[in-house]
């Protein structure tokens, strides 16, 4: 379909378009395994993709998604999962609730009215974003900070992340940092968080989570932001979405750049491309957590070595990667992940914005026409556009 990153930007931008209703923007255009419907994840990071580079129709596509999932919220201001409204069909999660529906819903709300400034849409979102807030203080469980994720409770809902991870509590900082600043509140210190999730033997120790699982640690392995911590355990394996939505909103050091660097280099070793899977190492069956991944799934088993969330390359995540780094001044990484993933498609002659590349052969796997994987394309361009120009974060 494309050649060239330039021509895959302008499909993934169309695509993105016919994904959007009146209802919202739908997850794929498929018929398959729920793909068709207006879901909060997907929806809200097309939205935001759209968002970025000022495109009307996304723009008022990421309304229409955000006044769905509002107008379905339910009463203890959980956000639904996924909405199809043609049959009035609301799921708040299959095996477990979806604690990042929420997160997004309020990053997204709120992006939505700084950007427009929509009055009208804002107060019809607003005491919706106000009760879905204290829905996710209550998913602290201990009033502490941070949200505690079930196993199968975000996007990653068939691979075992869970309890405090980096990507769901990303995403509730983000959300927390707009609201603040709407309402003129100040900002709160999320110093913390950083240094847990990215532990080093420096840390204050006045902000060490848990200082028994932190003095267990080789501060030598970790070179990226893990991925989850757990009563008893710092989980240092590499959530690329939780690493991205983490760049993005606080400047590494010049040591952290530099074993960032030497991950990705690693990594480039073992898959034989500069390209970024969802997550890393790929858990096997021998791995300890493989009993925790081998029968969760909703309709059949796809988290085989290097396939889907075990190892999988989702160009979402990847594409949020690329900005990140971008946003850190590493322009060069992230020009090499995006020339490799260009001319990864431009190979491909069955290139159909499929879900994710399989992290060993490199093959395309999972649905077609993702919203998701042309929102990944859209923040690999907001990379490339900041080689020029630093722009400033979302």
């Not at 009208?120 to 949200?147: D, H, I, M, Q, S």
């Not at 757990?230 to 760049?247: E, H, I, S, T, V």
């Not at 500069?274 to 925790?292: C, G, K, R, Y």
């Not at 919203?371 to 900041?386: D, E, K, P, W």
Request: aromatic letters at 14%; one cysteine or more; charged letters at 20%.
């Amino acid at each position: 379909m494309a050649k060239g990153f330039p021509a895959l930007y302008e499909n993934a931008v169309a695509l993105l378009e016919n994904l959007c209703t009146s209802e919202g923007i739908l997850a794929s255009t498929i018929e398959a395994d729920n793909y068709k419907r207006v879901w909060a994840r997907d929806s809200i990071v097309c939205g935001m993709a759209g968002l970025q580079i000022g495109n009307p129709i996304l723009i008022e596509g990421l309304k229409n998604s955000l006044l769905t999932l509002a107008n379905h919220q339910n009463e203890l201001g959980m956000i639904p999962s996924n909405v199809l409204p043609s049959a009035n069909d609301v799921s708040f999660g299959s095996l477990v609730g979806r604690i990042d529906a929420n997160t997004w819903f309020v990053l997204g709300s709120c992006a939505y009215f700084m950007k427009t400034n929509d009055l009208t849409t804002w107060e019809l979102l607003k005491p919706k974003v106000e009760k879905c807030r204290t829905y996710l203080k209550a998913a602290e469980f201990n009033n502490k900070g941070w949200l505690y994720t079930p196993l199968s409770g975000n996007w990653a809902d068939e691979y075992p992340i869970h309890g405090y991870t980096l990507y769901d509590n990303m995403i509730r900082i983000w959300g927390e940092d707009y609201w603040n600043r709407l309402e003129g509140n100040q900002s709160f210190n999320h110093e913390k968080t950083f240094q847990n999730f990215w532990p080093h033997d420096h840390n204050d120790p006045s902000m060490i989570y848990q200082k028994s699982a932190f003095q267990k640690l080789n501060f030598e392995e970790i070179n990226h932001y893990i991925a989850f911590i757990l009563p008893g355990k710092y989980d240092l394996r590499f959530d690329a979405a939780g690493n991205a939505l983490a760049l993005l909103q606080k400047s590494l050091n010049e040591q952290q750049k530099e074993k960032l660097r030497a991950f990705l280099k690693g990594l480039t070793q073992e898959i034989g491309k500069p390209l970024i899977p969802a997550f890393w190492p790929i858990i096997s069956e021998e791995s300890e957590d493989w009993n925790l991944l081998e029968g969760n799934y909703s309709f059949d088993f796809k988290n085989y070595s290097g396939a889907f969330h075990n190892g999988g390359i989702w160009p979402v995540w990847m594409g949020l990667f690329c900005w990140g780094l971008a946003e850190n001044g590493m322009h060069m990484e992230a020009s090499q992940i995006i020339n490799a993933f260009t001319e990864l498609v431009d190979a491909n002659p069955d290139w159909d914005f499929q879900e994710f590349i399989h992290g060993k052969t490199l093959e395309l796997g999972g649905k077609t026409k993702m919203g998701y994987t042309a929102s990944g394309i859209v923040f690999m361009h907001l990379a490339l556009r900041m080689r020029q120009s630093f722009g400033n974060r979302m």
